[in-house]
């Protein structure tokens, strides 16, 4: 009976851990910044941030990486100065 528990406890830990859906607020960004422009600059594939766009499970690790590309190129203020060349 114990063991039983236990085996569930580790199966549902694994699974929750091994693949994501991208946040709002990272879809929006990747909108602002443009596909072409995120997979040049991030080095990941533009299928993989189609995926995130359409709201597919992605790796974790893979997202969480693209997550912290994400953060320090809004830190440098690109996307803001993206946006206004283009108005």
């Known amino acids: 009976g114990d063991d039983i528990s236990v085996l569930e406890f580790k199966t549902t830990e ?10 709002e ?12 422009k995120c997979a ?5 594939t533009r299928i993989f941030i189609r995926k995130l766009l359409r709201g ?9 990486e693209f997550v912290r590309w994400l953060q320090s190129y809004k830190s440098q203020d690109n996307v803001d100065s993206s946006c206004n060349s283009v108005n």
């Open 14 to 23: 694994y699974g929750r851990a091994k693949r994501v859906v991208a946040s």
């Open 40 to 44: 040049r600059e991030s080095g990941f």
């Open 56 to 64: 597919l499970p992605v790796k974790r690790n893979s997202y969480n």
């Open 25 to 36: 607020e990272a879809k929006s960004d990747i909108k602002r910044i443009g596909i072409k």
